[in-house]
């Protein structure tokens, strides 16, 4: 039952160093999702895919670049990390289901410092 | 855009207090509401749902109730326990491809026992 799959779990970058987010889901769901939560923010998207070969941007997606190969995963890409990237990242995915909202299903999150 | 707005913590509570965490949106189409609950230094889940006006989400104890005639989706429970501390997010998605949702800021709830 491993569900959604974010890996590292904590991350230090220096500023200008590349990095890639992890995120894996064994759901065989349609969608997923990258979130950064920052306090008194809530959670904003990123980015976002609806399938295989699918993807699109959210609300705070410059500096992020995703792709998605394959129906479990979806890595996020930080190209020139900066000190403005430190956040706790989510992956979540959610089944689709036409004219209907689905529960979405999170990893435990990454927690980057961009130093 | 849409948008969601819920009320401020921390809030504090003793055990067995009754809680209302307040909440309400803003969005052009029919969105489906959501509360979802993240407890320390794990990720969040779906703590209960609503879909159309009226309809009722409950869970743990936990219910709102989706009121399109005030767009809120304010989260109750009767009486609170110790274990119930974790931060609370109200979120909705209004059902258009990729299931994308908007959050609210948070509210951090704490009981005391």
């Known amino acids: 039952n491993a569900g959604v799959t974010q890996t590292p779990k904590f991350q230090v970058l220096k500023t200008g160093q590349s990095m890639t987010l992890q995120c894996a889901q064994d759901?065989?769901?349609?969608?997923m999702s990258w979130y950064r939560q920052d306090p008194g923010m809530g959670l904003r998207l990123i980015h976002y895919?609806?399938?295989?070969?699918?993807?699109d941007q959210g609300e705070v997606p410059n500096g992020y670049n995703v792709s998605r190969s394959t129906t479990e995963d979806f890595p996020l890409r930080l190209l020139s990390a900066a000190p403005s990237q430190t956040s706790v990242y989510f992956c979540a995915s959610s089944y689709s289901s036409p004219g209907r909202s689905t529960e979405a299903f999170f990893g435990q999150g990454t927690r980057l410092t961009v130093v | 855009g849409d948008s969601v707005t819920q009320m401020e913590g921390p809030v504090t509570l003793s055990e067995e207090a009754f809680l209302t965490i307040n909440c309400t949106y803003t969005?052009?189409?029919?969105?489906?509401l959501f509360w979802y609950v993240q407890y320390p230094g794990e990720g969040l889940q779906l703590l209960l749902k609503a879909t159309k006006a009226d309809d009722k989400g409950s869970n743990k104890g936990f219910e709102a109730t989706y009121r399109k005639e005030t767009t809120s989706f304010h989260l109750e429970k009767g009486s609170v326990q110790v274990s119930d501390s974790a931060v609370y997010f109200c979120a909705l998605s209004d059902r258009e491809y990729g299931n994308k949702l908007v959050f609210g800021a948070g509210t951090i709830l704490r009981v005391k026992s």
């Open positions: 895919s609806v399938g295989a070969g699918i993807t």
């Open positions: 759901m065989n769901h349609e969608y």
């Open positions: 969005a052009t189409g029919y969105p489906s």
